[in-house]
């Protein structure tokens, strides 16, 4: 949506923004040709640039550990198809962290019209005019958007943290819990606060072995070491 040349970003809850695009990968029309997948869409400022190769790189390597969780990636930048080959194919010879000999398959959206990257809000002019910020949508299986994170420019991305964002979805979606502060997959979870005075009385006299309340409103399940 735009109004005077400037556009809203889509929220957490909303329909993610359809488009089509050219990509290293061939064509994608999204969010279609994701259905009923997870999907990472995922901006950087710009192909040959070092922190952008460093979260490639990054990227790549987890592709497989991704994919295992039924989620698919796809990257941004406001370059051409062809300087994202150029740089991809680069990135293949190149050594860090002792990660070496990278092949990204997943793909990697050309927007020289910044078509997609207004649609998302991946440009914030206290940044760039021309650059994408680093910006991380999760799209659900339905095509809607359940996290957003921004990173300036200058801030390379937590990749750990994006998978355990992906897990923690899935886990509530799954289990219709919450997860707390640091969760990891292994942690105990949360159970949703009571609708009302009897659930909550219940709940702190109840002797369940795979349930605890610290109070009334907070209360843990268990899970299976």
Same mark, same amino acid.
């Given at each position: 949506?735009?109004?005077?040349?400037?556009? @809203?970003?889509?929220?957490?809850?909303?329909?993610?923004?359809?488009?089509?695009?050219?990509?290293?990968? $061939?064509?994608?029309?999204?969010? %279609?040709? &994701? !259905? $009923?997948? /997870?999907?990472?869409?995922?901006?950087?400022?710009?192909?040959?640039?070092?922190?952008? %190769?460093?979260?490639?790189?990054?990227?790549?390597?987890?592709?497989?550990?991704?994919? *295992?969780?039924?989620?698919?990636?796809?990257?941004?930048?406001?370059?051409?198809?062809?300087?994202?080959? *150029? /740089?991809?194919?680069?990135?293949?010879?190149?050594? /860090?962290?002792?990660?070496?000999?990278?092949?990204?398959?997943?793909?990697?959206?050309?927007?020289? @019209?910044?078509? =997609?990257?207004? !649609?998302?809000?991946?440009?914030?002019?206290?940044?760039?005019?021309?650059? *994408? =910020?680093?910006?991380?949508? =999760?799209?659900?299986? !339905?095509?809607?958007?359940?996290?957003?994170? &921004? &990173?300036?420019?200058?801030?390379?991305?937590?990749?750990?943290?994006?998978? @355990?964002?992906?897990?923690?979805?899935?886990?509530?979606?799954?289990?219709?819990?919450?997860?707390?502060?640091? /969760?990891?997959?292994?942690?105990?979870?949360?159970?949703?606060?009571?609708?009302?005075?009897?659930?909550? !009385?219940? @709940?702190?006299?109840?002797?369940?072995?795979?349930?605890?309340?610290?109070?009334?409103?907070?209360?843990?399940?268990?899970?299976?070491?």
């Amino acid at each position: 949506m735009e109004e005077n040349n400037v556009t @809203r970003m889509p929220l957490i809850g909303d329909d993610a923004p359809e488009f089509k695009a050219k990509t290293t990968q $061939g064509d994608i029309n999204f969010p %279609t040709d &994701y !259905k $009923g997948k /997870w999907v990472i869409l995922f901006s950087h400022p710009a192909d040959f640039t070092p922190v952008c %190769t460093t979260e490639f790189m990054t990227f790549a390597n987890m592709a497989d550990e991704f994919k *295992a969780l039924n989620t698919e990636l796809i990257g941004l930048s406001i370059d051409s198809i062809y300087a994202h080959i *150029a /740089w991809l194919r680069k990135i293949q010879e190149l050594e /860090w962290n002792g990660l070496k000999n990278i092949e990204v398959k997943f793909p990697l959206i050309e927007d020289i @019209r910044m078509d =997609v990257a207004k !649609k998302y809000g991946m440009l914030q002019p206290g940044q760039s005019n021309t650059q *994408a =910020v680093r910006a991380v949508f =999760v799209i659900d299986p !339905k095509g809607k958007i359940r996290l957003i994170l &921004y &990173y300036p420019l200058s801030t390379g991305r937590n990749f750990d943290e994006i998978k @355990r964002v992906i897990l923690a979805l899935q886990k509530a979606d799954a289990e219709s819990v919450a997860t707390p502060a640091n /969760w990891r997959p292994g942690d105990d979870v949360i159970i949703p606060t009571p609708g009302s005075c009897g659930v909550a !009385k219940e @709940r702190m006299v109840n002797k369940d072995t795979d349930k605890y309340c610290l109070d009334w409103f907070m209360c843990f399940k268990k899970e299976k070491k």
